[in-house]
């Protein structure tokens, strides 16, 4: 059966968006969406989304990493889906939505989506790293020339070494540019390797410069291999919230398969 499919990208973090209102996608085939996220003998991506209706909001969003098992949220995945949603007629210019983490907020306006990340009360600070869990778990550590660093094999050790093991996280390497400028590359679970960019990354390398005292700002700007998002949010008693990640979301090609 042919499956009708939109590709999608957000500072170069790219997903395959498929319409499941009607849901005739089979959400159990792990190879198949494996295939699909497959540079070489599928579409390619950094992950699948499906579009699905929900009961009071409007819409849900499923996602897949690119290995076909279901994830954590997907920060830059959900921005793209609220483009795509709109792309298809569901929303303006808001959305409200349901993703794996619970409710999500969002504005778009052209290419620019707005997206409200859950709040985090936690923050663990470490000899040589900070870990938070933004709607996905993060590791957050400095180095001093990230351009140069070999991110997939350093991001492997922490991914799967102690103390996450077998669950995991995904590691952020971070270089700072000035007060409210900070660069990141990420290495992401269910990739297993660098991406572009990670939404929710991004987020946790925002909090965690705050948390850190590396900022006092509550915008920051975050450059990513892809590109540049912001994340803005408000600091009250140890809880981060009114966390918003804002960047631009892109439909690249739409087809079948």
């Given at each position: 059966m042919p499956q009708a499919f939109y590709k999608y990208q957000g500072t170069g973090n790219d997903f395959v968006m498929i319409d499941n209102r009607q849901q005739s996608f089979n959400k159990n085939n792990t190879k198949h969406i494996a295939f699909l996220c497959d540079r070489r003998f599928g579409i390619g991506g950094d992950g699948l989304i499906l579009l699905e209706n929900h009961d009071t909001l409007d819409f849900k969003m499923v996602y897949f990493n690119a290995d076909g098992n279901p994830s954590s949220m997907c920060g830059n995945g959900g921005r793209c889906l609220v483009a795509f949603a709109k792309q298809l007629g569901i929303i303006e210019d808001k959305a409200t939505f349901e993703a794996v983490d619970g409710?999500?907020?969002?504005?778009?306006?052209?290419?620019?989506?707005?997206?409200?990340?859950?709040y985090v009360n936690i923050v663990e600070k470490h000899d040589h790293h900070v870990f938070l869990n933004t709607g996905s778990p993060h590791h957050v550590q400095f180095e001093d020339n990230i351009n140069d660093f070999d991110i997939k094999t350093e991001g492997a050790k922490i991914r799967y070494g102690a103390p996450y093991n077998k669950a995991g996280t995904n590691v952020n390497f971070v270089q700072k540019i000035s007060d409210s400028i900070f660069k990141v590359r990420t290495y992401e679970r269910?990739?297993?390797?660098?991406?572009?960019?990670?939404?929710?990354?991004?987020?946790?390398?925002?909090?965690?410069?705050?948390?850190?005292?590396?900022?006092?700002?509550?915008?920051?700007?975050?450059q990513t291999q892809g590109g540049d998002l912001q994340v803005s949010f408000k600091a009250q008693k140890g809880v981060y919230n009114e966390v918003w990640l804002i960047g631009p979301a892109k439909l690249v090609y739409q087809g079948t398969i």
């Open positions: 409710l999500h907020h969002a504005t778009i306006s052209g290419e620019i989506v707005k997206l409200q990340m859950q269910g990739v297993e390797d660098e991406t572009l960019s990670c939404g929710t990354g991004v987020t946790a390398v925002s909090l965690a410069m705050h948390y850190l005292g590396e900022t006092e700002k509550n915008l920051i700007t975050v």
